[in-house]
T-cell receptor
Framework: DSGVTQTPKHLITATGQRVTLRCSPR?????VYWYQQSLDQGLQFLIQ???????AKGNILERFSAQQFPDLHSELNLSSLELGDSALYFC?????????????FGPGTRLTVL | AQSVSQHNHHVILSEAASLELGCNYS??????LFWYVQYPGQHLQLLLK????DPLVKGIKGFEAEFIKSKFSFNLRKPSVQWSDTAEYFC????WGGGADGLTFGKGTHLIIQP
């Protein structure tokens, strides 16, 4: 157990809908990262938040957004869902943002878009 | 932009065989290097990491990796594999500085150990 929690574990929804995925980082970790794992794209970095502020963006679609709250949990919002958004979404956390960055991953949320 | 290439997508070995999984990266500066493992139905777990210093790093479960800067490589090794090593293995990299801390992952190597 990494100490990173994600809810829900599974989510099934329809195209065009909007969903919110939630992540609670390890106690004391300030950085939260979101990744998408799909069969065709592999594991891709989406976005990073540090202490409530957006720090880095990866291959995140404009239909997706995230935020980190004062208690440091984070939410990833996916809207106008398409079949291709079906994937495993991982959250990771690290103590701070620095040059020596070890990230701890949560169990993931499996999103199925029908 | 940084990229990671894992040469073997599927590897099948017998128990007690030696393992080496290849990883090459592309990045213009100093990097942090990682190997993560994902057991069936589980989350990613860190096997080992390299930040600086001794290029031969030892991780958990008997795994080790060697950073060869001239070859931009960070290959994972284990002298004798066990059935429980069956999993997906990912090499990952992120660069020093620049503010972008997201990891860039390779496509993964699916390792199957036959008893």
């Amino acid at each position: 157990d990494s100490g990173v929690t994600q809810t829900p574990k599974h989510l099934i929804t329809a195209t065009g809908q909007r969903v919110t995925l939630r992540c609670s980082p390890r106690s004391g970790d300030l950085s939260v990262y979101w990744y998408q794992q799909s069969l065709d794209q592999g594991l891709q970095f989406l976005i990073q938040y540090y202490n409530g502020e957006e720090r880095a963006k990866g291959n995140i679609l404009e239909r997706f957004s995230a935020q980190q709250f004062p208690d440091l949990h984070s939410e990833l919002n996916l809207s106008s869902l398409e079949l291709g958004d079906s994937a495993l979404y991982f959250c990771a956390s690290s103590p701070r943002t620095s040059d020596r960055n070890e990230q701890f991953f949560g169990p993931g949320t499996r999103l199925t878009v029908l | 932009a940084q990229s990671v290439s894992q040469h073997n997508h599927h590897v099948i070995l017998s128990e007690a065989a030696s393992l080496e999984l290849g990883c090459n990266y592309s990045y213009g500066g100093t990097v942090n290097l990682f190997w993560y493992v994902q057991y069936p139905g589980q989350h990613l777990q860190l096997l080992l990491k390299y930040f600086s210093g001794d290029p031969l790093v030892k991780g958990i479960k008997g795994f080790e990796a060697e950073f060869i800067k001239s070859k931009f490589s960070f290959n994972l090794r284990k002298p004798s594999v066990q059935w429980s090593d069956t999993a997906e293995y990912f090499c990952a990299v992120n660069g020093w500085g620049g503010g972008a801390d997201g990891l860039t992952f390779g496509k993964g190597t699916h390792l199957i150990i036959q008893p």
